[in-house]
Nanobody, 121 residues
Framework: QVQLAESGGGLVQPGGSLRLSCVVI????????VTWYRQAPGKQREMVAS????????NFADSVKGRFTISGDDAENSAYLEMNGLRPEDTAVYYC??????????????WGQGTQVTVSS
């Protein structure tokens, strides 16, 4: 079975930067998209950024536009979220999601275990 491993989270000061990584353990065959989500305590999970492997298009939540960038490498089975100008409200557990299928199966979402990002002075 496929597993995802996120890393790169930690404690940073406001205005700082972090680069989150998500590495696939196992193999994914036909990729559709990679999406980063986050969830803060007591709040609903929200989409942060996504990238499509069909056309390379990207999408960002309004709260992170201009500050975050997303990239994905289907050859290396890795995804990244570059976060700049971090704010305390960015504090959350960040999850990566890979949507893929085999030639004989339907689309399926694969989730990582999450990595904690804390922005505080």
């Amino acid at each position: 079975q496929v597993q995802l491993a996120e890393s790169g989270g930690g404690l940073v000061q406001p205005g700082g930067s972090l680069r989150l990584s998500c590495v696939v353990i196992g193999r994914l065959y036909i990729l559709n998209a990679v999406t980063w989500y986050r969830q803060a305590p007591g709040k609903q999970r929200e989409m942060v950024a996504s990238i499509s492997f069909d056309d390379g298009s990207t999408n960002f939540a309004d709260s992170v536009k201009g500050r975050f960038t997303i990239s994905g490498d289907d050859a290396e089975n890795s995804a990244y979220l570059e976060m700049n100008g971090l704010r305390p409200e960015d504090t959350a557990v960040y999850y990566c999601n890979w949507r893929s299928r085999t030639p004989l199966t339907s689309w399926r979402d694969y989730w990582g275990q999450g990595t904690q990002v804390t922005v505080s002075s």
